[in-house]
């Protein structure tokens, strides 16, 4: 199955946040992306897109597969694709909180 690098780029209010997944395992560590992937990241996407390094989040979906050579590079394609795409939208919605915390027993 093919694996992906999937973004969302949310602005708003002069403030631009990015969300990107991985099917990857993990980063660093027991993954197979390196330890420099999310510094080098954020660096591209600060030069390229004007991103505050501290706008990204970056999530790993547990995916065992390993990741093509180039993913560091397809990542910050999809982030700058998504950012170029950006249509307007309008979220309306409503927060209940129903149950905070459940202690299991």
């Known amino acids: 199955d ?13 403030t631009t ?12 560590e027991i993954g197979s992306i390196k330890n420099d992937f999310l ?10 897109i004007g991103l ?9 979906s547990h995916c065992h597969g390993v990741p ?7 990542t910050a394609q999809a982030v700058k694709l998504a950012a170029r795409k950006l249509v307007p939208v309008r979220i309306v919605g409503r927060l209940v909180l129903d149950r905070l915390a459940i202690p299991r027993l």
């Open 17 to 28: 946040v990015v969300i990107v997944t991985l099917d990857v395992v993990a980063i660093a």
């Open 68 to 74: 093509c050579g180039d993913v560091l590079e397809r």
């Open 39 to 48: 510094s080098k990241l954020r660096a591209i996407l600060k030069k390229d």
């Open 2 to 14: 093919p694996m992906y690098a999937r973004a969302l780029v949310i602005q708003g209010n002069g």
């Open 52 to 60: 505050d390094p501290g706008s990204l989040i970056v999530n790993c």
